[in-house]
């Protein structure tokens, strides 16, 4: 026996999301699994999207008036 699931395997576990999710909702699901993988992986390896912005120091921010 060579690995965790034959060909076999992934033929049956293909049918059975098919019979639960139908064809047309089938591809929605493999992207959010998709997107949530990659978004997993990127977490572990700390990479963000978008760097965090400083903010100013207050002491450099205008201030408002006071009544």
């Known amino acids: 026996m060579e690995g ?3 060909p076999l ?3 049956v576990v293909l049918a ?13 699901v493999g ?3 998709g997107t ?4 997993f992986k990127e ?3 700390g990479k963000d999207e978008q760097p965090a912005k400083t903010e100013p120091a207050a002491k450099d921010a205008p201030k408002s008036p006071t009544a």
């Open 4 to 6: 965790a699931f034959s």
């Open 31 to 33: 992207k959010g699994l």
């Open 36 to 39: 949530a993988i990659r978004g």
């Open 9 to 11: 395997h992934w033929l």
């Open 16 to 28: 059975i999301a098919l019979l639960i999710f139908g064809p047309k909702k089938l591809p929605e």
């Open 43 to 45: 977490a572990l390896n």
